[in-house]
Antibody, heavy 121, light 106 residues
Framework: EVQLVQSGAEVKQPGESLRISCQGS????????ITWVRQVPGKGLEWMGW????????NYGPSFQGHVTLSVDKSISTAYLQWSSLKASDTAIYYC??????????????WGQGTLVTVSS | IQMTQSPSSLSASVGDSVTMSCRAS??????LSWYQHRPGEPPKLLIY???NLHTGVPSRFSGSGSGTDFTLTISSLQPVDFATYYC?????????FGQGTKVEIK
């Protein structure tokens, strides 16, 4: 079965850096985009952006451009979401998901379990 | 393009039929997905291309609409259906989500 397994919860202080991961398995990793979605506590879902593992093409959502970095290591079927300097407002659950960009339905069909990032002094 | 869902919440009983709406600020054709999100779980794809049921999703879920106005209907609410539902445009970027409709137990 297709799986996306995310790294564990993190507690960080403001100003610290962080990289969280999302490893895909049981499918051809380079054939699907990896989408990242944020959910701030008590709020809705926000589309952060996506990366094409085949060529590392990236598209960031307007609210996230310049604040996070997406990357991928296709040799280990793993995508990353990275911050260089965390803020308290980055406290959220972050989900990765698989998106079939070339499918007519453009489905985002499998999701990771989510990574809770808490930023607090 | 903004995605606006209504209502923001609704109360219903097991067995009820419920309908919720999603409106796009510009036409998006049939490029719309619906997700169910239960607390503590990742979102789950229900409907893609506005009206296509994703694999394994019960037939009590249905979607309709095109252009700017879309609806998600749950024909007979089950206890597992109490959750928040999000629409998302699947054309161009950013792939904006609606703000969600929370379905609560009456």
């Amino acid at each position: 079965e297709v799986q996306l397994v995310q790294s564990g919860a993190e507690v960080k202080q403001p100003g610290e850096s962080l990289r969280i991961s999302c490893q895909g398995s049981q499918y051809n990793f380079i054939n699907y985009f990896i989408t990242w979605v944020r959910q701030v506590p008590g709020k809705g879902l926000e589309w952060m952006g996506w990366i094409d593992p085949s060529d590392s093409y990236i598209n960031y959502g307007p609210s996230f451009q310049g604040h996070v970095t997406l990357s991928v290591d296709k040799s280990i079927s793993t995508a990353y979401l990275q911050w260089s300097s965390l803020k308290a407002s980055d406290t959220a659950i972050y989900y990765c998901a698989r998106t079939n960009y070339y499918d007519s339905g453009k489905r985002t069909d499998y999701w990771g379990q989510g990574t809770l990032v808490t930023v607090s002094s | 393009i903004q995605m606006t869902q209504s209502p923001s919440s609704l109360s219903a009983s097991v067995g009820d039929s419920v309908t919720m709406s999603c409106r796009a600020s510009q036409s998006i054709g049939d490029n719309l997905s619906w997700y169910q999100h239960r607390p503590g779980e990742p979102p789950k794809l229900l409907i893609y291309s506005a009206s296509n049921l994703h694999t394994g999703v019960p037939s009590r879920f249905s979607g309709s609409g095109s252009g700017t106005d879309f609806t998600l209907t749950i024909s007979s609410l089950q206890p597992v259906d109490f959750a928040t539902y999000y629409c998302q445009r699947t054309y161009s970027t950013p792939r904006t989500f609606g703000q969600g409709t929370k379905v609560e137990i009456k």
